[in-house]
């Protein structure tokens, strides 16, 4: 799930603008080479729009190496997603082979984890 409500990130991904993805931990390592779908989060549930294949990580340790990635990420300065006082890491997943998705609303009950299911693209 991708959270929009503080920086329009969805949009971002759909205009090519943001490639990279973050995590605090290195949750999403077996996802990599694989293709996933992207849920916007919103309120009343998750909302599929795109797919994409998670090509790599890399682990970023300084603030200094933040910023020169943070253009790829579109993360706003002073944003939740951004680096903040007591960041030790975090993992930086590229984004590729974008494909945009008839938008479908996610099963109910499906929270915080990985959704396995078929999709036909149109």
Same mark, same amino acid.
């Given at each position: 799930?991708?959270?929009?409500?503080? @920086?329009?990130?969805?949009?971002?991904?759909? @205009?090519?603008?943001?490639?990279?993805?973050?995590?605090?931990?290195?949750?999403?390592?077996?996802?990599?080479?694989?293709?996933?779908?992207?849920?916007?989060?919103?309120?009343?549930?998750?909302?599929?729009?795109?797919? #994409?294949?998670?090509?790599?990580?890399?682990? #970023?340790?300084?603030?200094?190496?933040?910023?020169?990635? /943070?253009?790829?990420?579109?993360?706003?300065?002073?944003?939740?997603?951004?680096?903040?006082?007591?960041?030790? #890491?975090?993992?930086?997943?590229?984004?590729?082979?974008?494909?945009?998705? /008839?938008?479908?609303?996610?099963?109910?009950?499906?929270?915080?984890?990985?959704?396995?299911?078929?999709?036909?693209?149109?």
């Amino acid at each position: 799930g991708i959270n929009s409500s503080s @920086a329009p990130f969805m949009a971002d991904i759909g @205009a090519l603008r943001k490639r990279l993805e973050t995590r605090t931990r290195n949750t999403l390592r077996t996802l990599i080479g694989q293709r996933v779908i992207l849920a916007e989060t919103k309120q009343g549930g998750y909302r599929a729009m795109y797919s #994409v294949v998670i090509r790599s990580v890399r682990a #970023v340790r300084s603030m200094e190496e933040w910023n020169i990635l /943070r253009r790829l990420h579109c993360v706003p300065v002073g944003n939740d997603y951004d680096w903040q006082p007591g960041t030790v #890491v975090k993992y930086v997943y590229e984004l590729t082979d974008l494909r945009r998705l /008839r938008p479908f609303m996610v099963p109910e009950g499906i929270r915080h984890g990985r959704t396995w299911m078929e999709y036909e693209p149109t």
